[in-house]
């Protein structure tokens, strides 16, 4: 069965975002720190349609990330940074649903990327992502928000820290609120480089998912 997973940067304070973060801010003062990792990785460069980058175990890292992903849930903050710094070949390459509010027809972009706005909560963007996955895992994509809704629901099976060697001093934490009763996790694994330690746990639940 297809798992749901998370994938994100982490400062060591913490955030997964800096302070001040809005669509000509994006990530918020600083938060650009936190994927320096991933800037230099071939694969990145790829999905950006430009050249250059790394070929390296980083550049693994990101490559796996992207090809066990056949869908993926945003929220809306995080879609709307986004749409203004993404470039048309959108990175995702695969349907994306954005949780909001507000009803919006399907803005289809080139490269494979659709963007679904799905209005009536999170398990109906993550249904439809599983239906739309192709048997593939599902990637939870942020903001911490949404993040979060998705573990205080049970609803994440795994997830990845890039734990980044700077300190944002607010923003957007990852875990705050959660409480040890809402999530519990073993490590699977462990590597690093010079611009990140990457950390790996299984989420654990009563029963099998």
Same mark, same amino acid.
């Given at each position: 069965m297809?798992?749901?997973?998370?994938?994100?940067?982490?400062?060591?304070?913490?955030?997964?975002?800096?302070?001040?973060?809005?669509?000509?801010?994006?990530?918020?003062d600083g938060g650009l720190g936190l994927h320096q990792w991933m800037f230099q990785t071939a694969?990145?460069?790829?999905?950006?349609?430009?050249?250059?980058?790394?070929r390296?175990?980083?550049?693994?890292?990101?490559?796996?990330?992207?090809?066990?992903?056949?869908?993926? $849930? =945003?929220?809306?903050?995080?879609?709307?940074?986004? #749409?203004?710094?993404? +470039? @048309?070949?959108a990175p995702f390459r695969a349907p994306v649903f954005v949780l909001t509010h507000t009803a919006r027809e399907p803005w289809v972009r080139p490269g494979g990327t659709t963007f679904y706005f799905v209005t009536d909560g999170i398990?109906?963007?993550?249904?439809?992502?599983?239906a739309a996955a192709g048997g593939k895992d599902v990637r939870i994509s942020g903001g911490a928000n949404t993040i979060r809704q998705y573990l205080a629901a049970g609803l994440i099976d795994e997830f990845t820290l890039h734990l980044a060697p $700077? =300190?944002?001093?607010?923003?957007a934490?990852?875990? #705050?609120?959660?409480t +040890? @009763?809402?999530?519990?996790?073993?490590?699977?694994?462990v590597s690093h480089s010079p611009l990140a330690t990457h950390l790996?746990?299984?989420?654990?639940?009563?029963?099998?998912?």
């Open positions: 297809s798992k749901v997973f998370f994938d994100v940067a982490v400062s060591l304070d913490g955030y997964i975002a800096g302070p001040h973060a809005h669509p000509h801010n994006p990530l918020g694969t990145f460069h790829e999905r950006l349609g430009s050249g250059g980058g790394e390296s175990p980083d550049d693994a890292l990101v490559r796996h990330v992207f090809e066990r992903a056949g869908a993926y $849930v =945003l929220g809306r903050r995080m879609f709307d940074e986004g #749409e203004v710094g993404w +470039p @048309e070949n398990d109906s963007a993550l249904a439809q992502a599983r $700077v =300190l944002l001093g607010g923003g934490r990852l875990f #705050e609120p959660l +040890p @009763e809402q999530l519990r996790v073993e490590q699977t694994a790996s746990y299984r989420v654990i639940t009563d029963t099998p998912r």
